[in-house]
């Protein structure tokens, strides 16, 4: 098949002028488009920075990085950032409660034990098994707003400040969760919560 290249100033002259606003029009398109790709990677970049920024001073690796000996005393063990409870972890039953002591934190600061039973902090990385990876931004909006995991499972238990993080715009908690999407993955299924034995 051969194509005909047809030159503009050949065409009879009612033609070119709308042939050159069509051919403007695209070219401005193009560059819109462009633009608005350009606009969307900056937009989730800053989502992502202010992501990072409320998760670091909402100290989340706080309970959800396990802490581990290390000369100076406890550390966070960054080689299991934001990993939650370690599955590998196995507690010995916790102290009796009294009138002076309720609850109790595990030496790794990702397991607690009080009168609700015994919770442990989950994996917050991006593994798509055990962690949020395959979790959706809504779910994580609804579990911050509603106080149930994954937004419709069973009740998030203390510690776990869910009340303090509701009062975030669902835009804030949507970038924490954009920040949690870049954590690297670590494969790390987080015990079930255990009830109180009656």
């Not at 819109?32 to 690796?61: F, I, M, P, Q, T």
């Not at 009796?96 to 397991?111: C, I, K, L, P």
């Not at 009062?167 to 949507?174: C, G």
Request: hydrophobic fraction near 40%; charged fraction near 15%.
């Amino acid at each position: 098949m051969k194509y005909r290249v047809v030159l503009l100033h050949s065409l009879p002259t009612a033609w070119q002028r709308p042939i050159q606003k069509l051919a403007v029009a695209g070219l401005i398109a193009l560059c819109a488009k462009g633009w608005l790709v350009e606009a969307a990677a900056a937009s989730n970049a800053d989502a992502v920075s202010r992501g990072a920024y409320l998760v670091n001073s909402w100290g989340c690796a706080d309970c959800h990085t396990p802490m581990k000996m290390g000369p100076n005393g406890p550390e966070p063990d960054r080689s299991r950032a934001l990993s939650g409870h370690p599955e590998s972890l196995k507690l010995a039953p916790p102290p009796q409660a009294n009138e002076s002591w309720v609850w109790f934190g595990s030496a790794t600061n990702t397991a607690y034990a009080g009168p609700w039973g015994i919770s442990y902090a989950i994996n917050i990385t991006s593994d798509r098994e055990t962690g949020l990876g395959a979790w959706k931004a809504e779910d994580f909006v609804t579990a911050m707003k509603t106080g149930k995991h994954a937004g419709v499972g069973r009740p998030i238990l203390p510690p776990m400040p869910w009340q303090a993080l509701s009062h975030l715009t669902e835009d804030d908690l949507r970038a924490m969760f954009q920040y949690l999407q870049t954590v690297p993955p670590v494969r790390n299924r987080v015990p079930d919560y255990q009830p109180p034995a009656h």
